[in-house]
């Protein structure tokens, strides 16, 4: 086990360049699945989810060639096996975007439920209903989705939420199928516009000119394709924050501000001095923020995956705000140990009222899940003394050596053994 140790006080200055999407290289991997041709990923993000889904993909029989600085060739020349186990699933819970391109491909998949995790039960109730209405036979067993199908075909399928992998999931499934697909109330998130042009650039159709509708033509086959990784917005909004809780001037590059507009309208009403260039965002703090509300809702909404680290600032901001999360139900984890620290923060249901502190004293923290760690590096970044951030795991699922490009802003924080468990 490791930690990760922060002595703070320091004021973060510079620039830090973003990494490809951990979002968005998930399901691109398993769209590899649809062609036994060569399918070259650049800009693919150094993580453990990423390396979780290389060895899932090699069980299945994919060849890999994992070239340096990020470039990925993958080769799904043929299926071998088609089988997601529990022990990566329960890992990984995005293991399940095999399912979609599987049954394609395939016509059969054997994909382990991934059960809940810190943040919520997360379902795939959508997933299943979906490939059901292209054709599949679905049978729960053991804890194992049993699916298989002739040949998936076209439907015109509404979802009854906004879900990001079950649309990925059936985009893929409706990639091969026989006829077209209409799918509805889709989620819309970017990582959704990147699979969308990965399945076009492989040779296939689909359209996503009405807002939240896609319409896929399936094809009976795809060809390889070079496709470059958008980068992580949650990974950038992330470093926004860092320069605005330690009241610094942080410039983010490479990274693409449409996606973060949210935020970037949240920062600027705390009294941040957020400027937008091309593909980099910088902010400038004029000192304590002010308190602002925010509910997280699905794209183009406030992330809520950066709902954890904005109420790290917001424990330390000016005044009283509530967050509320919208789209999983237990995502609070991280109000414990930021109160552990010296926060004033009240849970009622879906929503945290955080009422601004002074400062915050460095403490032995917790994670529990990838966004959460990030919460406690913000917040230990911004606290006098020294925090020690025990499951650093948590973290290396979604950040790319966070913390050397933290330190290269004048972060003190390093990685150390861990003899707490
Ligand atoms: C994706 O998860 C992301 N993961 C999550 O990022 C992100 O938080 C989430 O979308 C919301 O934006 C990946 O893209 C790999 P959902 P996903 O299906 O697709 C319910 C991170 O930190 N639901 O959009 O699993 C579900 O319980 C991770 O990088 C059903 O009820 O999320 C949740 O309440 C965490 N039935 C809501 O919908 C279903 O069949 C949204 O979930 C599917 C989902």
Known sequence: MEKIVIRGGNRLEGAVEISGSKNA?????????????????????????????????????????????????IKAREITDHTAPYEMVKTMRASVLVLGPLMAREGRAVVSLPGGCAIGARPIDQHLKGLEAMGADIRLEGGYVHARARRIRGTDFTFDLK????????????????????????????????????INGMGGSVDMSVPGTIVIEGKDRLHGVAHDIMPDRIEAGTHLIAGAITRGDVRVCRCEPAHLLPLLEKLSQTGLNVQVG????????????????????????????????????????????????????????????????????????????????????GAHVQATDLRASACLILAGLAASGETEVHRAYHLDRGYERIEEKLRKLGADIRREKDVII
Do not use: W
């Not at 509300?293 to 794209?299: F, L, Q, S």
């Open 163 to 198: 879900t990001v992998t079950g649309t990925e999931n059936l985009m893929m499934a409706a990639a091969l199928a026989q006829g077209t697909t209409v799918l509805r109330h889709c989620a819309v998130e970017p990582e959704i516009d990147a699979l969308a042009n990965l």
């Open 25 to 73: 290289a998930l399901p691109l991997m398993c769209a590899s699945i649809l062609s036994s041709e060569e399918i070259t990923l650049h800009r693919v993000p150094g993580l453990k989810d990423i390396l979780t889904t290389k060895q899932l993909l090699l069980q299945l029989g994919v060849q890999l060639d994992d070239l340096s600085s990020g470039t990925l060739k």
């Open 278 to 361: 091309d593909d980099e965002v910088r902010v400038i703090s004029n000192g304590r923020g002010k308190s602002c509300d925010v509910t997280t809702d699905p794209y183009p909404g406030f992330a809520t995956d950066l709902q954890a680290q904005y109420m790290a600032l917001m424990v330390l901001a000016d005044g009283r705000c509530q967050i509320t999360e919208n789209v999983f139900e237990n995502r609070f984890m991280h109000v414990q140990e930021l109160v552990r620290m010296g926060a004033n923060i009240k849970v009622s249901a879906r929503t945290a009222q955080v009422d601004g502190v002074e400062n915050l004293s």
